[in-house]
């Protein structure tokens, strides 16, 4: 598609040729464009919550600094007698089910009928839990809100160590990074901050028009997203070029009276003369730069404008489509789904925080700061973790990542991007706020993350191309069997947890692979090639290829 043209999608719908309807020199309320900047619908955020993708900040290098991880004054919903009445109320007969079941569960003394009691009480927990999801785009009463976060659905069930620490933890997002609880995540969902998860999307006929006006609405959406992270993303690299080029300028003007001649300035210096090839290329450059910015504003103006012109055609079908399947509905069925994997089929589904079954450190709990906390680690060893190349540009961009309050060992992605935006939108990983080791949990959600970037990226030819070719050719080479994916997300575990420390665990050829597809970050690399010949000549291939090229 031309820069500037119509979506064909969208001209074919209305019947008309897809033809240019912005310029460059276009401002809104100018002819050729909205007056309305329809991007602003997008800049709204929750209490708690995360902004769009369309508002992620390209310029961002890394994750601000945590100045709290408790609160000086602790909560006091946990110290509420009224805690458990209030956390079953209003959720109908289901409520009374699972008050029954949980009764049984505790009173039983028989092995056997406790764990039917146990199997019996998961089934009907998750039945009640939706009717609490439900709500969470309103005002939670704090016992409803923290049994979605924490899964505390009675106090009393931990012992008063831990239910001291749990009512310390930080209850706002300060950091505005896109971490969430599970009633921020339900509330973003329902309220429209955030979009259904793509696993969830409800299937229709092509022949609907409402809804398949509202599915290219989406689409467009998504584009007007990715153009203006990008606009603002050239905006600060044309900014960082200026002051370059204005310090550079600035050296020449610099100069020193002639030996013997105190009214004369000397020559230009060699790294005066070096400053004027230099600046050669920074003007062309700025060339380059400006040149990118007049495409990224033609594609902004008309995602603008298709955006426009959609909500025209939905207002004219009637103000909008509804869907049968609400919303949080169907983000809860694709969360419970990830709370299983997340644990496992030989895991602790045990649905509740309990004493019984809770013994993580308070390092190794997955609240909010402590996940940040990792995250910025993995980063400091990962250069690209969270990276994603667009148009020769690799930008960073941390996914939403969902707090799931159970006793699961390992993280995953169930989405590595938005399927409308594929350049700047997030991805999705979930983490299990109780596993055993919260870096563990972390990398294995990060890795999968990874592989599915790197699989989208090469898409047909995820076998022979990028990470995923160069990992699946030497799978194959090993004649190693199982998984793919699941044995890359081990292989990268080790990758950050020994190798980066200088502990030789992978298999050679393997560990090239890693460095060249996954670098670690110029620290790493440095501290590394000291402490043995391997990373030695992995480092010195790393110079040699950053000298031709190739690289």
Same mark, same amino acid.
């Given at each position: 598609?031309?820069?500037?043209?119509?979506?064909?999608?969208?001209?074919?719908?209305?019947?008309?040729?897809?033809?240019?309807?912005?310029?460059?020199?276009?401002?809104?309320?100018?002819?050729?464009?909205?007056?309305?900047?329809?991007?602003?619908?997008?800049?709204?955020?929750?209490?708690?919550?995360?902004?769009?993708?369309?508002?992620?900040?390209?310029?961002?290098?890394?994750?601000?600094?945590?100045? @709290?991880?408790?609160?000086?004054?602790?909560?006091?919903?946990?110290?509420?007698?009224?805690?458990? @009445?209030? *956390?079953?109320?209003? =959720?109908?007969?289901?409520?009374?089910?699972?008050?029954?079941?949980?009764?049984?569960? #505790?009173?039983?003394?028989?092995?056997?009928?406790?764990? &039917?009691?146990?199997?019996?009480?998961? #089934?009907?927990?998750?039945?009640?839990?939706?009717?609490?999801?439900? @709500?969470?785009?309103?005002? #939670?009463?704090?016992?409803?809100?923290?049994?979605?976060?924490?899964?505390?659905?009675?106090?009393?069930?931990?012992?008063?160590?831990?239910?001291?620490?749990?009512?310390?933890? &930080?209850?706002?997002?300060?950091?505005?990074?896109?971490?969430?609880?599970?009633?921020?995540?339900?509330?973003? &969902?329902?309220?429209?901050?955030?979009?259904?998860?793509?696993?969830?999307?409800?299937?229709?006929?092509?022949?609907?028009?409402?809804?398949?006006? !509202?599915?290219?609405?989406?689409?467009?959406?998504?584009?007007?997203?990715?153009?203006?992270?990008?606009?603002?993303?050239?905006? =600060?690299?044309?900014?960082?070029?200026?002051?370059?080029? *204005?310090?550079?300028?600035?050296?020449?003007?610099?100069?020193?009276?002639?030996?013997?001649?105190? /009214?004369?300035?000397?020559?230009?210096?060699?790294?005066?003369?070096?400053?004027?090839?230099?600046? %050669?290329?920074?003007?062309?450059?700025?060339?380059?730069?400006?040149?990118?910015?007049?495409?990224?504003?033609?594609?902004?103006?008309?995602?603008?404008?298709?955006?426009?012109? #959609?909500?025209?055609?939905?207002?004219?079908?009637?103000?909008?489509?509804?869907?049968?399947?609400?919303?949080?509905?169907?983000?809860?069925?694709?969360?419970?789904?990830?709370?299983?994997?997340?644990?496992?089929?030989?895991?602790?589904?045990?649905?509740?925080?309990?004493?019984?079954?809770?013994?993580?450190?308070?390092?190794?709990?997955?609240?909010?700061?402590?996940?940040?906390?990792? %995250?910025?680690?993995?980063?400091?060893?990962?250069?690209?973790?969270?990276?994603?190349?667009?148009?020769?540009?690799?930008?960073?961009?941390?996914?939403?990542?969902?707090?799931?309050?159970?006793?699961?060992?390992?993280?995953?992605?169930?989405?590595?991007?938005?399927?409308?935006?594929?350049?700047?939108?997030?991805?999705?990983?979930?983490?299990?706020?109780?596993?055993?080791?919260?870096?563990?949990?972390?990398?294995?959600?990060?890795?999968?993350?990874?592989?599915?970037?790197?699989?989208?990226?090469?898409?047909?030819?995820? %076998?022979? /191309?990028?990470?995923?070719?160069?990992?699946?050719?030497?799978?194959?080479?090993?004649?190693?069997?199982?998984?793919?994916?699941?044995?890359?997300?081990?292989?990268?575990?080790?990758?950050?947890?020994?190798?980066?420390?200088?502990? !030789?665990?992978?298999?050679?050829?393997?560990?090239?692979?890693?460095?060249?597809?996954?670098?670690?970050?110029?620290?790493?690399?440095?501290?590394?090639?000291?402490?043995?010949?391997?990373?030695?000549?992995?480092?010195?291939?790393?110079?040699?290829?950053?000298?031709? /090229?190739?690289?």
């Amino acid at each position: 598609m031309f820069q500037g043209e119509m979506d064909p999608e969208i001209a074919a719908l209305l019947g008309t040729e897809a033809k240019p309807k912005a310029s460059a020199g276009s401002f809104a309320g100018s002819p050729g464009a909205p007056a309305t900047d329809f991007a602003s619908v997008f800049d709204d955020n929750l209490e708690g919550g995360e902004a769009p993708s369309g508002d992620i900040d390209l310029t961002i290098a890394s994750f601000p600094e945590i100045t @709290k991880r408790f609160e000086s004054i602790p909560i006091e919903a946990f110290n509420d007698p009224n805690y458990y @009445k209030v *956390a079953l109320s209003g =959720e109908g007969d289901i409520a009374q089910r699972v008050h029954g079941i949980l009764q049984k569960y #505790l009173n039983a003394k028989d092995p056997k009928d406790k764990g &039917v009691f146990r199997q019996q009480f998961i #089934l009907a927990y998750w039945d009640f839990l939706i009717n609490v999801a439900r @709500k969470a785009p309103g005002k #939670l009463p704090d016992p409803k809100k923290y049994l979605l976060r924490f899964s505390i659905l009675h106090p009393t069930f931990l012992d008063g160590e831990n239910r001291a620490l749990f009512a310390k933890f &930080v209850v706002n997002d300060y950091l505005k990074e896109p971490v969430y609880y599970l009633d921020e995540w339900f509330k973003a &969902v329902g309220t429209g901050t955030v979009r259904n998860s793509s696993t969830d999307e409800v299937r229709v006929a092509k022949s609907n028009s409402a809804i398949r006006i !509202q599915q290219l609405l989406e689409k467009a959406q998504g584009k007007l997203d990715g153009a203006r992270s990008l606009l603002k993303a050239k905006d =600060e690299e044309r900014t960082n070029q200026e002051k370059i080029l *204005a310090d550079s300028v600035q050296l020449i003007f610099e100069h020193f009276p002639l030996d013997g001649f105190r /009214d004369i300035s000397a020559c230009y210096s060699e790294s005066q003369k070096r400053v004027f090839g230099e600046i %050669m290329e920074i003007l062309k450059n700025l060339l380059k730069v400006d040149h990118d910015l007049d495409l990224f504003l033609k594609e902004y103006y008309q995602a603008e404008q298709d955006v426009k012109t #959609l909500q025209d055609k939905v207002e004219e079908e009637g103000g909008g489509i509804t869907v049968d399947v609400k919303a949080v509905d169907t983000e809860f069925e694709t969360i419970k789904q990830m709370a299983k994997m997340t644990i496992g089929r030989q895991g602790n589904h045990f649905p509740i925080l309990t004493s019984e079954y809770f013994h993580c450190m308070p390092n190794d709990i997955g609240y909010r700061e402590n996940v940040i906390s990792v %995250m910025a680690w993995i980063e400091s060893i990962d250069a690209e973790a969270f990276c994603r190349f667009h148009r020769n540009r690799l930008n960073r961009i941390i996914p939403y990542v969902v707090l799931l309050p159970t006793y699961g060992d390992s993280g995953m992605c169930w989405e590595p991007f938005d399927r409308y935006n594929r350049a700047t939108s997030r991805g999705r990983i979930v983490v299990p706020m109780y596993s055993k080791n919260l870096q563990t949990a972390m990398l294995s959600a990060v890795g999968d993350l990874r592989w599915q970037v790197a699989k989208e990226k090469a898409s047909r030819f995820w %076998m022979e /191309d990028g990470l995923t070719g160069a990992y699946y050719q030497w799978f194959q080479k090993m004649k190693l069997k199982g998984d793919v994916k699941e044995a890359f997300i081990s292989d990268y575990i080790t990758w950050m947890l020994k190798e980066s420390e200088g502990t !030789q665990k992978l298999d050679k050829e393997l560990r090239g692979v890693f460095w060249r597809h996954m670098p670690f970050t110029k620290p790493i690399k440095e501290k590394l090639k000291n402490r043995s010949y391997v990373y030695q000549d992995l480092f010195q291939r790393d110079v040699n290829r950053s000298m031709s /090229d190739g690289y």
